[in-house]
């Protein structure tokens, strides 16, 4: 049973280009959930897909958007990159049953760096 | 609006001692509380979560927490530490269900010592 995972797993991109990060969620997961976490710190929300729209959104500006497919497979896009989205990104699957009382399973993240 | 606070930043102890990780939190309903390790450059592993069922919750590796309302904390605790411990560890709050937004603490780092 294949957990949650991330693509890539390093990143390398200069300032003001754009990235795409995708996440393929635990088997029977219909919810993903994208953090991002600074060197130090802990994981910050960004914003969490269901039924391929997004239902919840961290305080990160536009310039982070995403998309779910009907897989529930999800993507984290980031345009106009800045030295500041240096991060590990880290996707989060989860099921949004009624009754589901399971804890959301992490990948092990993607590392961008920003040159 | 839900926040954790982590008490320690980091705690060292000798391996075979308890281990103790302080948190506090902060929420408007009632919560579901969850403690997550990270070992460097990995993901999360949930540890043990409380929500809403017993207070003392017990969770993988020999870990268990407390929720006390009245204190609102949710301390993590092991009876002897291994090496295999140190790692950073994460108190986590989420307020309307398990599937959704979680809030991190600042995280604790964890090293045991021989």
């Known amino acids: 049973d294949a957990g949650v995972t991330q693509s890539p797993t390093h990143l390398i991109k200069t300032r003001g280009q754009q990235v795409t990060l995708r996440c393929s969620p635990k088997?029977?997961?219909?919810?993903v959930s994208w953090y991002q976490q600074a060197l130090g710190q802990g994981p910050q929300f960004i914003f969490q897909?269901?039924?391929?729209?997004?239902?919840q959104r961290g305080n990160f500006p536009d310039r982070f958007s995403g998309h779910q497919f009907p897989n529930y497979s999800s993507e984290l896009n980031v345009n106009a990159l800045l030295l500041g989205d240096s991060a590990l990104y880290l996707c989060?699957?989860?099921?949004?049953?009624?009754?589901?009382?399971?804890?959301?399973?992490f990948g092990d993240g993607t590392r961008l760096s920003i040159l | 609006a839900q926040s954790v606070t982590q008490l320690d930043s980091n705690v060292s102890v000798s391996e075979g001692t308890p281990v103790l990780l302080r948190c506090n939190y902060s929420?408007?309903?009632?919560?579901?509380l969850f403690w997550y390790v990270q070992h460097p450059n990995k993901g999360l592993q949930l540890l043990l979560k409380?929500?809403?069922?017993?207070?003392l919750v017990k969770g993988i590796n020999g870990f268990e927490a407390e929720f006390k309302k009245s204190e609102t904390s949710f301390h993590l605790t092991k009876p002897s530490a291994h090496m295999s411990d140190a790692a950073e560890y994460f108190c986590?709050?989420?307020?309307?269900?398990?599937?959704?937004?979680?809030?991190f603490g600042t995280g604790t780092r964890l090293q045991v010592t021989l």
């Open positions: 989060a699957s989860s099921s949004m049953a009624r009754y589901s009382n399971q804890p959301q399973h």
């Open positions: 088997s029977g997961h219909d919810t």
């Open positions: 897909y269901y039924e391929e729209e997004e239902r």
């Open positions: 929420s408007s309903y009632s919560p579901s």
């Open positions: 409380y929500t809403s069922a017993a207070t």
């Open positions: 986590v709050v989420s307020e309307t269900g398990t599937a959704s937004k979680l809030t």
